[in-house]
């Protein structure tokens, strides 16, 4: 049986579904997974300024795509952590919660999510 996400003391619970001055949260999230996230999307922002100093710099063309691929890869990398968090926290909660109006709110929105993520 799976625990509940309220037993999983290394993950951080805070309110998925509640609308903050912020926003929606996300039910849970583990600490190093987010941390891992952050790294790599700080990454990304120092990949993206060497990409605009390539092209003001009229750099070679295929050098360019080169590194726009890797940026569109790391991206994608972070999408599937943040997807696989949302399949494990949120949507769970949301399906399990007996609510069927929830559910299939929530069936529709992981529709889209995978149809936009999958392009």
Known sequence: MTPNVAEIPEVAGCGCGTRTEEGRKAVAVDPDIKDR???RLRRIEGQ???LQKMVEEDRYCPDILTQISSVQEA????GRELMRNHLKHCATQAIRSGDGEAAEATYDELIEMIYRHSR
Do not use: E, T, Y
């Open 37 to 39: 996230n952050l790294k």
């Open 48 to 50: 993206v300024r060497g």
């Open 75 to 78: 991206l994608r990398s972070v």
